[in-house]
Nanobody, 124 residues
Framework: QLQLVESGGALVQPGGSLRLSCAAS????????IAWFRQAPGKEREGVSC????????RYADSVKGRFTISRDNAKNTVYLQMNRVQPEDTAVYYC?????????????????WGKGTLVTVSS
């Protein structure tokens, strides 16, 4: 059974930091491109960041560029999203998703596997 499990979501004040984790089980993550998405209440799910299977290529949404960093540790079968200088508009459920590919894959409809999400709330 192929599973992705997100963790690390919490309540954090504006300007603070969080690190989200996406842990894979049932498959070897080093063959998969990974992307982070988020969905705020009443809004559509949007892409946040993505990374190729080896970690050498990344992409970020303009809204998070310079504040968020995606990375992976394939030995730990885990992908991370480091969130710095968070803002209230970052409040959302964050999902990780995967597709087996050596290429950078970032599109919502291209992802084959999804986690259940972890909630990030940015509020003072």
């Amino acid at each position: 059974q192929l599973q992705l499990v997100e963790s690390g979501g919490a309540l954090v004040q504006p300007g603070g930091s969080l690190r989200l984790s996406c842990a894979a089980s049932g498959f070897t993550l080093d063959d998969y491109a990974i992307a982070w998405f988020r969905q705020a209440p009443g809004k559509e799910r949007e892409g946040v960041s993505c990374i190729n299977s080896r970690g050498g290529t990344t992409r970020y949404a303009d809204s998070v560029k310079g504040r968020f960093t995606i990375s992976r540790d394939n030995a730990k079968n885990t992908v991370y999203l480091q969130m710095n200088r968070v803002q209230p508009e970052d409040t959302a459920v964050y999902y990780c998703a995967a597709r087996r590919s050596s290429m950078l894959i970032c599109g919502y409809y291209d992802m084959n596997y999804w986690g259940k999400g972890t909630l990030v709330t940015v509020s003072s």
